[in-house]
């Protein structure tokens, strides 16, 4: 059956792109410009948006930031040191057009794959840091992201040191098939062995979470943070509200839905992130500032 659709030639853009800038962490996409908020509809200018985390100064909707932004955001200055950076994915299957579209996403973003793994300090504390980028295929997870996340976990085991991963997907790269799919399986065995190991493990929901990514490693940490009006979830609300054949309560698979019920243990907007995360690092350490800072 042949189907045929009309193009929205009046597309409202759902948000801006900051670029893979590693010397320019917070660089904006479209200097000068401004931009309509998809939430509010207010106008924003760039420098705004700069100066407030790029979080809307009237509605505080969150605009979506690539992965060096947010390394930048809770690293402290000079402390990032990348781990694996030349992981790259190749075609195993011979999927059509896979080459292309890798190479396209290496020449948006700047990246090797939709992960960066290393390590970084907050506030003096270190840290294992896995940062997924959305703009890399929807920050798809392949074998490539896979292997970087459990070589981070080994790492963080070895020097006994807390985790952090930022997740942000669309879920499992079907250009992988069945290998994008064991990933799944391979990041929950490598964190269920940071748990044996005593070890501290924070998830950071991004929008948006969702597929193989929310059911596997970024639903395991000890603490789960979201981003406000972070999409999070397994499968779309619009499918899930198609199969069941009936509406969807307000804010489904948000995350104030998900605190809502139980499912993360804090909704935290990014400007706070960073001395949440402290706070959360330092209870670990059974600190003596510990309690002080909370």
């Known amino acids: 059956m042949m189907v045929n659709f009309k193009p929205n030639l009046v597309k409202k853009k759902k948000y801006i792109t900051i ?3 590693k010397q320019s962490l917070s660089h904006p996409s479209h200097a000068g410009e401004d931009f309509p908020c998809p939430s509010c509809s ?3 200018t760039e ?8 979080i809307c100064t009237h509605c505080s909707f ?16 000079g402390s990032f040191r990348e781990i694996n950076p030349c992981l790259s ?15 396209t996403a290496h020449k948006k973003t700047g990246l090797a794959e939709a992960i960066i793994t290393g390590w970084a300090n907050v506030n003096g504390i270190p840290v294992g840091l896995g940062v997924m980028d959305a703009q890399f295929m929807m920050g798809s997870m392949g074998s490539v992201v896979g292997e970087k996340i459990c070589r981070l976990v080994e790492e963080v085991m070895e020097q006994r040191a807390p985790l952090i991963i930022f997740c ?3 879920g499992a790269r079907m250009q992988e098939g069945i290998i994008s799919l064991m990933q799944m399986a391979k990041t929950s065995a490598a964190i269920g062995r940071l748990h044996e190991a005593g070890l501290l493990y924070i998830s950071v929901l991004t929008h948006p979470t969702t597929g193989g990514v929310s059911a596997s490693f970024a639903s395991l940490g000890d603490i789960i943070i979201a981003e406000p009006g972070a999409l999070i979830g397994f499968t779309g609300p619009r499918v899930v509200e198609q199969a069941l054949g009936k509406k969807l309560p307000e804010n489904f698979q948000r995350a104030e839905f998900h605190i809502n019920h139980g499912m993360v243990d804090m909704v935290v907007v990014r400007s706070d992130l960073k001395s949440v995360l402290h706070r959360i690092l330092l209870m ?11």
């Open 19 to 21: 670029p893979a800038d």
């Open 42 to 44: 207010i106008w924003i």
């Open 47 to 54: 420098e705004e948006l700069k100066q407030n985390h790029y």
């Open 62 to 77: 969150h605009f979506s930031c690539n992965a060096w932004y947010r390394i930048g955001s809770i690293a402290d200055e």
């Open 89 to 103: 994915t190749i075609n195993l299957l011979d999927f059509p057009e896979y080459d292309l579209k890798l190479q």
């Open 168 to 170: 942000a997907s669309g």
């Open 284 to 294: 670990h350490q059974g600190g003596t500032n510990a309690q002080k800072e909370i």
